[in-house]
């Protein structure tokens, strides 16, 4: 069993288009994340959710918008992507409510924007 | 925020132990010292994380100097699977933050 599981794997699309990467994670955690990484491999926080309440907005466009139709689900929606969209999106969660200590991750979304 | 220094990149030959270094000056005294690493086109993975004692797990040992101010992350036998980027993460605001970290080659 996957512990955070993100679909798609792959997402290739055109400039303009909107589109959602959906996250999954069966831990029981109530803590959820997304965290972007750039082609130069920096991995920088996006969003945090704790029990489908949002506690960390990091400056994000706000095309960006995520969604958690409960504690175990993070969703991400994208709206008129953009070029410098492009990037792997990690999903991560944890256990503990103050946003550090161990967290898992997904296995990245690969987004690329054509 | 805790920002952290780690060199680039470092070697190791297989079967030997790794050490990786990580200057985090500007840690506070509550602040623990978190350490991840990421294979290539994986997630990232935690291994170990530490407030001033010295920490070990099945992945690795951690080495708080006494002043906090830097730490080593070690592991004791490396193999050519320990070949990723290793971060070390001081939070910030309540938020773990990456940087560049420490791309470690393991050779046969």
């Known amino acids: 069993d996957t512990a955070v599981s993100q679909t798609p794997k792959y997402l290739v699309t055109q400039m303009g288009n909107d589109k959602s990467i959906k996250c999954e994670q069966n831990?029981?955690?109530?803590?959820m994340y997304w965290y972007k990484q750039d082609s130069k491999k920096f991995l920088k926080i996006m969003f945090s959710?704790?029990?489908?309440?949002?506690?960390i907005n990091e400056t994000v466009p706000n095309r960006f918008s995520p969604k958690s139709p409960d504690k175990a689900h993070l969703n991400l929606h994208i709206n008129s992507l953009e070029l410098g969209d492009s990037a792997v999106y990690f999903c991560?969660?944890?256990?503990?409510?103050?946003?550090?200590?161990?967290?898992?991750f997904g296995e990245g979304s690969r987004l690329t924007v054509l | 925020d805790a920002k952290t220094t780690q060199p680039p990149s470092m070697d190791c030959a297989e079967g030997r132990a790794a050490n990786l270094p990580c200057n985090h000056s500007?840690?506070?005294?509550?602040?623990?010292v978190y350490w991840y690493r990421q294979i290539h086109s994986q997630g990232p993975q935690y291994i170990i994380h530490?407030?001033?004692n010295n920490e070990t797990n099945e992945m690795a040992s951690l080495i708080i100097t006494e002043d906090r101010k830097s730490s080593t992350l070690i592991l004791p036998h490396a193999t050519l699977r320990d070949t990723a980027v290793y971060y070390c993460?001081?939070?910030?605001?309540?938020?773990?933050?990456f940087g560049q970290g420490t791309e470690l080659s393991v050779k046969p």
């Open positions: 500007t840690i506070s005294g509550n602040e623990y």
């Open positions: 959710y704790n029990n489908k309440e949002l506690i």
């Open positions: 991560a969660s944890s256990q503990v409510a103050s946003l550090t200590g161990e967290l898992f």
């Open positions: 530490g407030l001033k």
């Open positions: 993460i001081g939070p910030g605001g309540g938020k773990l933050i």
């Open positions: 831990l029981g955690h109530d803590t």
